[in-house]
């Protein structure tokens, strides 16, 4: 069996040309492969196309890289959780095109098996498909994405072989093991390199045919970023919230496979207990999330969607983000609880992106909405002016068009179906009169 290129880190970024399109692995700073990013800044290299889920963070990862300005441009899911790539997208200083999770995911998976693009139902009716290729397949719209390729990927695995084999750990798969495929040079970082044949064939997550170039470098706490430790995410809640979250507990059932969104959504983690039997899924590649460790980092524990440590429950496991929304895609998953800044009487849902805004971070939630079997809705009823975040029509951009089967305010709760929108039940202390008050859509009492 063929022996693999070991080089430093620094060594390695050198291989890194000018212009090139590059992948990069991770999720947040998970799996990220920070000491070849962190090496690349310290070279001359410029005029990047970065593809990632993210930017890292400022300063850290590909975050050092932009500060450098060796970034033309950014092909990614969710840019807004680094300010400076905002920052850095509104003054024109990168280039930037925005995909939704899943279709990254896929759009990787499909350039590394020679597959030009695929249809898909994500984005269908939304700002990011205005200008796709469209086809009504099955009676429902889905748009059209290309498949994606690049000069170079640079991954991080926790252990690898000699022959260049891999072995992530827990959620760090993420986007590195699609990319692995889909790079004409793969450099990957490793905690560990051992010899050939000591790592069991069965615990090989991506094959060593793929990888040109091993780097020996271990990940420490610092490099980890905001994920490095939970107790670095403090959270506010209030009673009005947790009654929301609540009553979306209400709505789900043992054996349920359910994802839960950012905002009021992660309240309802902390509600379920293991005997109510609801499995949890994180679109960053794992099914069975626990609840958050009172101590510990992404070191110890494997993180969730919102970038955060948390436990894993018996029987739960780990796979990358490619399959991780075909389950999404597949209709595996039953229930996604998300938030919302708008849902309009047509069910239509807004929650990504405001006016004015640069389009810069989508994430996974156009995925969910448009592939869940039930799509719940928590949200405040009003914004903070005192409009209604339940308009006619959604004003915000949509994330996606008729999708929302149940939505839930601190005033009431709301069913949608073919006939529009429809009163379910009144919340706590809520009236009838100040519910019309408070509801710019249409809708119908029972």
């Known amino acids: ?23 990069v692995g991770g999720f947040g700073m998970t799996g990220s492969p920070v000491h070849l990013l962190h090496a690349l800044a310290e070279t001359e290299t410029r005029d990047l196309t970065y593809i990632a889920n993210n930017i890292g963070e400022p300063g850290l990862g590909g975050g050092r890289l932009l500060r450098n300005g060796q970034i033309k441009k950014a092909i990614g899911s969710y840019f807004t959780s680094n300010r400076e790539v905002v920052q850095a997208a509104l003054s024109g200083a990168i280039e930037y095109e925005l995909l939704p999770q899943g279709s990254l995911a896929e759009a990787i998976r499909a350039g590394g098996a020679g597959i030009g693009g695929f249809y898909t139902p994500t984005a269908a009716g939304t700002a990011l498909a205005e200008n796709a290729e469209t086809k009504r397949i099955n009676g429902r719209q889905h748009v059209f994405v290309a498949g994606l390729r690049a000069d170079v990927a640079l991954i991080r695995a926790r252990r690898a072989d000699a022959a260049g084999n891999l072995a992530y750990r827990m959620t760090e798969q993420n986007f590195n093991k699609a990319m692995a495929t889909a790079a004409d040079l793969v450099i990957a970082e490793a905690d560990e390199i051992v010899p050939v044949g000591a790592l069991e064939p069965e615990h090989i997550h991506t094959t060593g045919n793929y990888v040109d170039v091993l780097v020996e470098a271990k990940t420490t706490l610092e490099e980890l970023g905001t994920s490095a430790d939970v107790r670095a995410r403090p959270g506010t809640v209030d009673e009005q919230r947790l009654m929301i979250a609540r009553r979306a507990l209400a709505e789900l059932r043992a054996g349920d496979v359910v994802n839960l969104g950012i905002g009021i959504p992660t309240l309802v983690a902390d509600l379920i207990k293991p005997e109510d039997g609801i499995i949890l899924h994180s679109e960053n590649g794992m099914l069975g999330v626990g609840p958050a460790p009172e101590a510990g980092g992404a070191l110890d524990y494997p993180v969730n969607a919102g970038k955060a440590p948390v436990t894993a429950l018996p029987g739960s496991s780990y796979f990358d983000s490619a399959d991780s929304f075909a389950l999404i895609r597949g209709g595996h998953v039953d229930v996604a609880i998300m938030g919302g800044l708008q849902v309009d009487e047509r069910g239509n849902l807004a929650n990504w992106a405001i006016p004015g805004a640069p389009l810069l971070g989508v994430g996974g939630a156009m995925d969910l909405a448009s592939g869940a079997r039930h799509l719940i809705i928590t949200m ?42 429809r009163l379910v039940e009144l919340m706590p202390d809520a009236t009838l009169d100040e519910v019309r008050a408070k509801t710019g859509a249409s809708f119908r009492e029972t």
């Open 1 to 23: 069996m063929r022996q693999i290129p070991q080089l430093s880190a620094e060594e390695a970024a050198r291989l890194v040309r000018s212009g090139a399109v590059m992948m």
């Open 380 to 421: 405040t009823h009003c914004n903070r002016d005192g409009s209604s975040k339940l308009p006619p029509r959604c004003s915000l951009p949509l994330t996606a068009v008729a999708a929302v089967d149940l939505l839930i305010t601190e005033l009431a709760v709301f069913a949608f179906d073919g006939a529009g929108m």
